[in-house]
């Protein structure tokens, strides 16, 4: 997982929003993903953006897409104390090919303070 | 249930002991996928099966893991031999389709945390 990167950790107060940030490296990941990983659970998935979308929008969560620069972040905005969880970006590698895998970022974990 | 169930949820063993982990992908599912989630490597992909084709075995740290899906469906993954360092959370994820084209969202099961005392 270390080709893609984010931060370790971030702390924000219930209310406010939620800025996480990812960097890839693959320049041809077609479509990019933000998984949510609650304490003893599995991943869930949260959301995806296609490569060809600069933003996406879904309810409390607005992901923005800078292919320039292979950034990639999530906002979440009135951020809940259940949105407290660690989040995975993640990018798809071997599209068209024999096989999609996940190559996934080394976790944000969102700690949100009542 | 109609999510990916994986068993056990939990499994301690002895160092040099076998281990088979148990993955039931959802339903209709042709695509299914291990990965491996552990303090010192993050997320990694282990091993991918599609169909009937023959499965993707890039990611598999060793000779010692090996993987199996019978029908088309259910998948076990066996690690032989085990080392402390296989201990880890095992992750088993299914999506509709894996390749040719299109790509698909890839759903996860709960894990199985394998400990190696």
Redesign the interface.
């Given at each position: 997982?270390?080709d893609v990167e984010q931060s370790l950790f971030l702390s924000v107060r219930e209310g406010d929003s939620s800025v996480i940030n990812c960097t890839y490296t693959d320049s041809s990941s077609?479509?990019l993903?933000w998984?949510k990983q609650e304490p003893g659970?599995?991943?869930?998935?949260l959301t995806?953006i296609f490569s060809n979308m600069d933003m996406k929008q879904d309810q409390r969560l607005t992901v923005l897409l800078n292919k320039k620069d292979k950034h990639l972040s999530l906002r979440i905005a009135d951020t809940q104390t259940g949105d407290s969880a660690i989040y995975?970006c993640?990018e798809?590698r071997?599209?068209?090919?024999?096989?999609?895998?996940?190559?996934?970022?080394?976790?944000t974990l969102l700690a949100v303070q009542p | 249930g109609a999510g990916?169930s994986q068993s056990p949820s939990n499994k301690v063993t002895e160092k040099g002991k076998d281990v088979e982990l148990r993955c039931d992908p959802i339903s209709g599912h042709t695509?299914l996928?291990w990965?491996r989630q552990s303090l010192g490597?993050?997320?990694?992909?282990l091993i991918?099966f599609?169909g009937n084709?023959a499965p993707?075995k890039?990611?598999l740290p060793s000779d010692r893991f090996s993987a199996e899906r019978t029908g088309g469906s259910v998948s076990t993954l066996t690690i032989q031999r085990t080392q402390q360092e296989d201990s880890a959370v095992y992750?088993c994820?299914s999506?509709p389709r894996?390749?040719?084209?299109r790509?698909?969202?890839?759903?996860?099961?709960?894990?199985t945390r394998l400990l190696v005392l």
């Open positions: 997982g270390e077609t479509y993903y998984y659970a599995g991943l869930q998935l995806y995975f993640a798809i071997g599209y068209g090919g024999a096989t999609n895998k996940l190559i996934f970022g080394t976790g | 990916v695509a996928y990965y490597q993050g997320l990694e992909f991918y599609q084709s993707d890039s990611g992750l994820a999506s894996g390749a040719g084209g790509v698909e969202t890839q759903y996860f099961g709960p894990g």
